[in-house]
């Protein structure tokens, strides 16, 4: 937007306009230090888009309150430079902020144990358990203490013969016998197999 004569405006001119309203005022303001904020604002947050946002606050900022710009109390330069610097500086302790709270909320998220076995899930898995308890107990004496060995010790096959003495062949056999049997055995209805036992 043209200015009324060739000359820029004093800054007791621009306030005094700004103070009326007068929308050429704050154009004229943004013509000689919109890039001088911009690149205050830049300096500070190293980042082009909030240094746009931050030169946008500051010269909205003269517009809607232009009493606050004192022209005895130093230039407009210095004022919208300090204006500047302090909005900058807003930004980025806040952006710290928000960064540090996303860390905190995504370290919290990380801290909260997976959830456990629900009342259901837990009486399955204890009916389970006493199923393969009672299948075991009904296998057996070598067959029990090979897969005791071998599933409830760690031990390898080799290491469950060596333990009981036998050949590798037996206790690989009585390994395999003995989980056939389980599997039979747990894969009955509870009925079939009580009476089985019965």
């Known amino acids: 937007m043209p200015v009324e004569n060739s000359r820029a405006p004093t800054d007791a001119e621009v306030h005094r306009r700004l103070v009326y309203g007068d929308e050429s005022a704050l154009a004229a303001a943004y013509d000689i230090y919109g890039g001088l904020v911009r690149r205050i604002a830049l300096r500070v947050t190293h980042v082009p888009g909030a240094a746009d946002d931050v030169a946008q606050e500051v010269f909205a900022h003269l517009w809607s309150r232009p009493y606050t710009y004192d022209p005895q109390r130093g230039t407009l330069r210095t004022w919208l430079s300090m204006l500047?610097?302090?909005?900058?500086?807003?930004?980025?302790?806040?952006?710290?902020?928000?960064?540090?709270?996303?860390?905190?909320d995504e370290a919290a998220l990380h801290a909260i144990p997976a959830p456990g076995p629900g009342p259901d899930e837990a009486v399955v898995d204890m009916e389970r358990a006493l199923l393969l308890h009672s299948a075991l107990a009904e296998l057996p004496l070598p067959q029990r203490q090979a897969v005791h060995l071998a599933y409830f010790a760690g031990h390898s096959y080799r290491q469950v013969a060596a333990e009981l003495g036998i050949p590798e062949g037996t206790a690989k056999t009585r390994l395999r016998t003995a989980l056939r049997r389980l599997a039979e055995t747990l894969a009955e209805p509870p009925d079939t197999a009580a009476e089985r036992g019965a």
């Open 84 to 104: 500047a610097h302090r909005r900058s500086v807003d930004w980025v302790r806040a952006e710290e902020r928000h960064r540090k709270a996303a860390s905190a």
